[in-house]
Nanobody, 125 residues
Framework: QVQLVESGGGLVQAGGSLRLSCAAS????????MGWFRQAPGKERDFVAA????????DYADSVKGRFTISRDNAKNTVYLQMNSLQSEDTAVYYC??????????????????WGQGTQVTVSS
């Protein structure tokens, strides 16, 4: 069992930055692939980024590539999402999630077994 708690969301102006954190409970955190998803009002939940258990492999949605960076610290049971050059289109609730699936399934919600409660990110233009 893994419990996930996101933090770091807030209100930021366009062009600004935020860093989200997701703290995980459980001693098996390092065995899981961690992902970030987001859901804007009236839209489906979309994949943002994912990182392998070792941190050596990452994947990003095209819409955030080059602006967002996912990282993890297994000693702290925490995964991060550094978000730079934020745009109004990035406004959403951001969720972290954990999966044991392989890279071909990282972009799909149904691959993830555990989810956090979400943190709101609002980008003002």
């Amino acid at each position: 069992q893994v419990q996930l708690v996101e933090s770091g969301g807030g209100l930021v102006q366009a062009g600004g930055s935020l860093r989200l954190s997701c703290a995980a409970s459980g001693r098996t955190f390092s065995r899981y692939v961690m992902g970030w998803f987001r859901q804007a009002p009236g839209k489906e939940r979309d994949f943002v980024a994912a990182i392998a258990w070792s941190g050596g492999i990452t994947d990003y949605a095209d819409s955030v590539k080059g602006r967002f960076t996912i990282s993890r610290d297994n000693a702290k049971n925490t995964v991060y999402l550094q978000m730079n050059s934020l745009q109004s289109e990035d406004t959403a609730v951001y969720y972290c999630a954990a999966t044991g699936s392989g890279p071909s399934r990282w972009r799909f919600q149904y691959s993830y077994n555990y989810w956090g409660q979400g943190t709101q990110v609002t980008v003002s233009s």
